[in-house]
Every structure is written in structure tokens, then in C-alpha cells.
């Protein structure tokens, strides 16, 4: 299979090329911290989204050794909203180790022993930061190359075909004099004219050499195995504010699902519905609870259906206090909640307000 010509990308993405806030001009060098950092943002999140995180977390964080030296609960608090919260657990554990290290290791193989660092983040990291010609493959990559060369065999199974088939696409020489722009020339190629659906393969620098647009298929690949349904659990959290408009809240266990993250008190989350009188068992405390509805969260591996229940007290017990935290009802969102325990929340303080 030929390797598509790398001048016509790279002449295509000089003229093209987005402009992020973690990305170097050109003729600059990159920051490693910058490029790390936004890696590690960009995993199951766009770019779109990742922007503001990114400039409050550079903000509260300007250098690695900042991070580093930051608390754990400061950093998950920044990072409460971009999901995924082994990613922040890792990235503070990262951030300690280039430190420790003297600073980021400058090849694929050092870059993978860092915490939390894969296969795709320590190639990105290496070709963009370090100039190592090596080519991160990414869903865009993966999307590209199944149109280069017509590969019609369904994610996942082709995988690894496309992966080796990826590695071979710096093989020109144009590309390897310029690892760092030939990588982000293929993540901006497949954010744009190479995108998932309705490829704008008129406007593409490889049209003339892509196997998928020769044979009428581009539109189609990726092809995708068919998803299987996602089960789903159910639980019951505690919406609770006293006379001085605080709330209790709780620290999660320091493994599993959303560690040591913050949340509401509530039941174990299980594969069964919580009727009201069961629910209330794992309450907080004994007062008169409003059902506030269902609200559904959506995680990797399923989906979570949470009844919401609320109620006003006038004080809290000592007992309550010591098996969680008060905060002020107003300022919640300056804690490491994730962006299910917010939606708890706004779900309880309305029907509070009704």
C-alpha cells in the first residue's frame, strides 16, 4: 500500500492549521507541560469543550511542578466536569513523577512510564513536544487511514490493522523532517475535511491517493460493530441543607468509580430499582424527604438511574457531621463534585424551591 505524499498535508495544514490554546505557532517550540496536559483533557472529551477547563486549570496550575506539589482534592476539584476522574487522580500522580524525574521524558518509551500515560498520549507527546517521528494514533487517525486504504473490516476487530497501517503514514521523508506538525496535521485533517460524517473529500490534500473516495465508500468508514445495549444500576442520593443553607456531603472510597471524588449520601448503586422504603434506610438523617424524580447518568460501561430525594432541617447532628462534611449550598460548585452529584443537586434545590 503507497504512502500518501506528506508535502501535500503539510502544505495543506501550513495554510489550515486550527489555532488552540495549547498548540505552539509556527516556527515555535511546544511545552511539554502544554501539550501533556491537553492530551490527557482531550481523552473522551472534544476540544470544544476542553478549551475553558484548560485555561482555568493552566491558570490554578502554570507548570508541572505547580500541579505537582498541589493537593489531590484541589486538583479533582479543577478537573470536576471534563469526567473520566482517573484521568486528574493520574495526572497529579504524573505531574509528581516528571518532577521527581527532573522533567517529562523525551522519548515513547520514558513517556510510558509515567502514570497514566498510554500508547497514544506518549506518542503524542513525544512527536509533538520532542519532534520523535512516530505517528499518535488517535479516532481521527484511525478514521483516516480505514479511508486511505478502504479498510472495510468493523471497529473494533480491525484495530491493530489500522494502527500498524498508521505507523507507516510519516514513512516520507517531508514528514519525518516535521514530526511534530505532520502529527497534528492528521489530528486537524480528521477534524475537519476527514470528519465522521459527510468527509469534504473535494477539499482533501490526499483525495487523489484515498482508496475509500476511489471506490465511493469514504462516508462508510469506519465501519463499527454494532454497540451492545448498556446495562443499567440504580440508586438513591440524599439532598439535605440545613437552617444555615448547608449542605452534608461525602467523601467517595479511594477506589473504584468516581474515587475519592465528592458526593451526596446515598445507597450502594446496584443492577436492581431502590423502592422509597429501602432507599431511606441509607438516608442521613430521619425528617420528611421529598422525591425530587430520577436523574440519568451515562458512564462508560452503563447507565445510571438515581432517584433524588431532598429535605430541609434546621441542624445537624453531631453523628451526621462526623460520617461526612458540611459546605455552604452556594458554593458547591468550588468542590471536586462530579457532574452527576451537580445534577443531583440542581434536581433536589429545585423541588426545595417549589
Known amino acids: 500500500m503507497k504512502t500518501p505524499p506528506a508535502r501535500s498535508l503539510l502544505d495543506w495544514y501550513d495554510r489550515h492549521r486550527r489555532v488552540l490554546p495549547w498548540r505552539s505557532g509556527p516556527g515555535q517550540t511546544a511545552d511539554p507541560y502544554a501539550v501533556w496536559l491537553s492530551e490527557i483533557m482531550l481523552q473522551q472529551t472534544t476540544v470544544k469543550a476542553v478549551g475553558p477547563y484548560y485555561h482555568r486549570f493552566l ?102 490493522k489500522l494502527a500498524v497501517l498508521a505507523s507507516g503514514l510519516n514513512a516520507d521523508k517531508e514528514a519525518r523532517k516535521r514530526p511534530s506538525d505532520f502529527a497534528q496535521a492528521l489530528f486537524d485533517l480528521g477534524a475537519s475535511l476527514c470528519s465522521p460524517r459527510s468527509p469534504a473529500c473535494g477539499l482533501c490534500p490526499w483525495v487523489t491517493v484515498c482508496a475509500a473516495h476511489k471506490a465511493g465508500i469514504a462516508a462508510t468508514l469506519p465501519r463499527r460493530a454494532p454497540k451492545a445495549v448498556k446495562p443499567v444500576r440504580y440508586g438513591a442520593h440524599f439532598l439535605v441543607i440545613d437552617a444555615a443553607g448547608q449542605v452534608l456531603l461525602r467523601k467517595r472510597p479511594e477506589k473504584g468509580l468516581l474515587a475519592a471524588m465528592t458526593e451526596l449520601p446515598g445507597t450502594p448503586w446496584r443492577t436492581e430499582p431502590w423502592s422509597t422504603e429501602e432507599a431511606l434506610i441509607h438516608a442521613p438523617v430521619q425528617t420528611e424527604w421529598q422525591d425530587c424524580g430520577m436523574v440519568k447518568h451515562v458512564f462508560t460501561h452503563f447507565t445510571l438511574q438515581v432517584t433524588v430525594y431532598a429535605a430541609r432541617i434546621s441542624r445537624f447532628s453531631n453523628q451526621a457531621v462526623q460520617e461526612g462534611f458540611l459546605a455552604p449550598a452556594t458554593g458547591v460548585d468550588a468542590l471536586s463534585l462530579p457532574s452527576l452529584m451537580l445534577k443531583c443537586i440542581k434536581r433536589g434545590l429545585k423541588t426545595l424551591a417549589t
Open 59 to 160: 491558570e490554578k496550575f502554570p507548570t508541572v511542578q505547580a500541579l505537582a506539589a498541589a493537593d489531590r482534592d484541589d486538583v479533582l476539584s479543577a478537573w470536576a466536569g471534563l469526567g473520566y476522574y482517573s484521568r486528574a487522580r493520574n495526572l497529579h500522580a504524573c505531574a509528581q513523577k516528571v518532577v521527581e524525574l527532573g522533567g517529562f521524558p523525551n522519548t515513547v518509551e520514558g513517556l510510558l512510564t509515567l502514570p497514566g500515560v498510554g500508547a497514544y498520549t506518549a506518542a503524542a507527546v513525544a512527536a509533538i513536544a520532542f519532534g520523535v517521528p512516530v505517528v499518535p494514533v488517535d479516532g481521527n487517525v484511525e478514521r483516516i487511514t480505514s479511508r486511505l486504504f478502504a479498510i472495510e473490516e468493523p471497529l473494533p476487530a480491525s484495530r491493530k
